[in-house]
């Protein structure tokens, strides 16, 4: 993992630290699905507040660790607001066409059409 250097840098995996079970153990979960979803669509990052969870804060904070520390998104902090983005690059890079078939498969209510 890298490390943080200080309490305001979140610590998230290296690319090559990426576990496939872990990626698929966090998005296994519906309302993390419903994270990685709603970033998915979006232009560019989003805070955490932006992505709107029936649960309480603590449970939200959770879920995000969950995702930050699988790999699937990064996050840092812009002023005083948590950002969060996708890691599409290195999902790509690491299972090609996993993010893609799992997001159709959420829009589509089913499996992935591949």
């Given at each position: 993992?890298s490390?943080?250097s200080?309490t305001?840098?979140l610590?998230?995996?290296?690319?090559?630290?990426i576990r496939?079970?872990?990626?698929?153990?966090?998005?296994?979960d519906?309302l993390?699905?419903s994270?990685?979803?709603?970033?998915?669509?979006a232009?560019g990052?989003?805070?955490c507040?932006?992505i709107?969870?029936?649960?309480?804060?603590?449970?939200?904070t959770?879920?995000f660790r969950?995702?930050?520390?699988?790999?699937?998104?990064?996050q840092?902090?812009?002023?005083?607001?948590?950002?969060?983005?996708?890691?599409r690059g290195?999902?790509?890079?690491?299972f090609?066409?996993?993010?893609?078939c799992v997001?159709?498969a959420?829009r589509l209510g089913?499996?992935?059409?591949?």
């Open positions: 993992m490390a943080a200080s305001r840098e610590v998230h995996p290296l690319r090559a630290e496939l079970e872990g990626v698929l153990h966090a998005l296994s519906p993390r699905l994270i990685v979803r709603d970033l998915a669509g232009e990052e989003l805070t507040s932006q709107p969870l029936p649960v309480t804060k603590s449970t939200t959770y879920h969950v995702l930050r520390e699988s790999g699937v998104i990064h840092f902090y812009r002023g005083t607001a948590k950002m969060n983005g996708l890691r290195d999902l790509d890079a690491l090609p066409g996993l993010l893609d997001l159709e959420v089913g499996a992935c059409a591949r």
